[in-house]
């Protein structure tokens, strides 16, 4: 294992990574650093959890200059995740003397423009109040050293491809790009492609699904049956925090609602909430002030809390990828979690499908707890 100390890191944001307790890299961290330190771009395709942060932020903070104007832009599709990236930056440059503001939208924008103020040498951004704050005028970026694009693929999914054209146009050619993404779509790499030069390609694990040092189970049950197991997997779980995924706004308030009036302390996250209700879930659930998270898989990309031991999908996402971003959330940077989906008859295909994706055995719950599947045996074998 390459040591941080070892890769020529300066001894003000050394400090920062030892009081994270930080001595060893992981993989991308060890790959990456020294690439983007030399000025190199670079494409990078890992897997949520292997410290994707600290592998972009350390060569950022190692090249900016306190009150030198805004010198790096990192955008991410999420606000979720725009506040975790700031979180950990904060914490990296506490004695770089290099601060950083977080950029999104649902909060009131006198709040970001006092920040801006004060002066930032990183912005933190999601791509649409980005773009508000440029039309504003309260951002230029003609001083930009750095760009960073996260989760590319979810930008995509989500539609912000030309917002990520047009800010990139904004900035100077002369810059050090990089790009992370969890899967590598053709737009993507068109996008790569023009606004990046030779950039190096550091795909750690691109190809491993298998959601290793996770315990993963699987439960086949009626759909009615799924609240009472829900409280019994919870109830069981000793270890940490639980996070469920549900795959629609209207499931998750069910399941919170009813996980409330079974007196556990929950939060939860989707769609319809104010963006204010949304930090004040994830700020309680971060703390520690509550022991569950019910959230919809939009929410599922900014959530890192080293204590969560237990993820449960109340309902089978309909993509392999979303059910490895979800167990992703327990087993944080090398820890050990587990992961219980809750198979309804009607999604033992899409169950199906994610389990030949898993290169670990997966622990049959119905096998465990004797439960019998009372559908036909051929859906049964498949499983």
Same mark, same amino acid.
């Given at each position: 294992?390459?040591?941080?100390?070892?890769?020529?890191?300066?001894?003000?944001?050394?400090?920062?990574?030892? =009081?994270?307790?930080?001595?060893?890299?992981?993989?991308?961290?060890?790959?990456?650093?020294?690439?983007?330190?030399?000025?190199?771009?670079?494409?990078?395709?890992?897997?949520?959890?292997?410290?994707?942060?600290?592998?972009?932020? *350390?060569?950022?903070?190692?090249?900016?200059?306190?009150?030198?104007?805004?010198?790096?832009?990192?955008?991410?599709?999420?606000?979720?995740?725009?506040?975790?990236?700031?979180?950990?930056?904060?914490?990296?440059?506490?004695?770089?003397?290099? !601060?950083?503001?977080?950029?999104?939208?649902?909060?009131?924008?006198?709040?970001?423009?006092?920040?801006?103020?004060?002066? %930032?040498? %990183? %912005?933190?951004?999601?791509?649409?109040?980005?773009? =508000?704050?440029?039309?504003?005028?309260?951002?230029?970026?003609?001083?930009?050293?750095?760009?960073?694009? =996260?989760?590319?693929?979810?930008?995509?999914?989500?539609?912000?491809? =030309?917002?990520?054209?047009?800010?990139?146009?904004?900035?100077?050619?002369?810059?050090?790009?990089?790009?992370?993404?969890?899967?590598?779509?053709?737009?993507?790499?068109?996008?790569?492609?023009?606004?990046?030069?030779?950039?190096?390609? *550091?795909?750690?694990?691109?190809?491993?699904?298998?959601?290793?040092? *996770?315990?993963?189970?699987?439960?086949?049950?009626?759909?009615?049956?799924?609240?009472?197991?829900?409280?019994?997997?919870?109830?069981?779980? !000793?270890?940490?925090?639980?996070?469920?995924?549900?795959?629609?706004?209207?499931?998750?308030?069910?399941?919170?609602?009813?996980?409330?009036?079974?007196?556990?302390?929950?939060?939860? *996250?989707?769609?319809?909430?104010?963006?204010?209700?949304?930090?004040?879930?994830?700020?309680?659930?971060?703390?520690?002030?509550?022991? %569950?998270?019910?959230?919809?898989?939009?929410?599922? !990309?900014?959530?890192?809390?080293?204590?969560?031991?237990?993820?449960?999908?109340?309902?089978?996402?309909?993509?392999?990828?979303?059910?490895?971003?979800?167990?992703?959330?327990?087993?944080?940077?090398?820890?050990?979690?587990?992961?219980?989906?809750?198979?309804?008859?009607?999604?033992?295909?899409?169950?199906?499908?994610?389990?030949?994706?898993?290169?670990?055995?997966?622990?049959?719950?119905?096998?465990?707890?004797?439960?019998?599947?009372?559908?036909?045996?051929?859906?049964?074998?498949?499983?």
């Amino acid at each position: 294992m390459t040591k941080f100390d070892e890769l020529g890191i300066k001894k003000s944001i050394l400090d920062g990574i030892r =009081d994270m307790n930080f001595l060893e890299t992981f993989p991308i961290q060890a790959a990456a650093i020294p690439v983007l330190l030399s000025g190199q771009d670079v494409i990078g395709q890992a897997h949520t959890g292997t410290g994707k942060t600290a592998a972009f932020s *350390i060569p950022i903070l190692q090249n900016i200059v306190p009150k030198g104007g805004i010198q790096a832009l990192i955008l991410a599709p999420t606000r979720e995740l725009a506040v975790q990236i700031s979180g950990e930056i904060i914490k990296f440059a506490k004695y770089a003397g290099i !601060r950083n503001t977080t950029i999104y939208g649902g909060q009131s924008i006198n709040v970001q423009l006092k920040d801006l103020e004060r002066g %930032v040498e %990183v %912005v933190v951004a999601t791509p649409g109040r980005l773009i =508000d704050h440029l039309k504003r005028g309260s951002i230029e970026l003609n001083d930009i050293k750095f760009v960073v694009l =996260d989760e590319a693929d979810t930008m995509l999914d989500m539609g912000f491809i =030309d917002d990520i054209k047009f800010i990139l146009d904004l900035v100077p050619e002369e810059r050090v790009t990089s790009l992370f993404s969890a899967t590598m779509p053709a737009e993507i790499l068109r996008l790569a492609e023009k606004y990046m030069k030779n950039p190096q390609q *550091i795909f750690i694990d691109s190809d491993d699904l298998s959601g290793e040092g *996770i315990d993963q189970a699987f439960l086949v049950i009626r759909d009615r049956e799924k609240m009472n197991f829900l409280i019994k997997f919870i109830k069981e779980n !000793r270890n940490g925090q639980t996070i469920v995924f549900c795959s629609t706004k209207d499931r998750t308030r069910l399941v919170a609602h009813e996980l409330s009036k079974a007196n556990f302390n929950i939060v939860s *996250i989707q769609g319809d909430m104010s963006q204010f209700r949304r930090d004040k879930s994830m700020y309680l659930f971060k703390k520690g002030k509550a022991d %569950v998270l019910v959230a919809t898989d939009v929410a599922a !990309r900014g959530i890192d809390v080293p204590e969560v031991a237990l993820v449960i999908n109340y309902d089978v996402p309909n993509q392999d990828l979303v059910y490895f971003h979800r167990i992703g959330r327990t087993a944080r940077a090398g820890g050990k979690g587990r992961a219980i989906t809750l198979v309804s008859y009607s999604s033992i295909g899409d169950f199906r499908a994610i389990a030949a994706q898993t290169k670990v055995k997966m622990t049959d719950l119905n096998k465990v707890l004797g439960i019998e599947i009372k559908i036909p045996d051929s859906l049964k074998r498949e499983v």
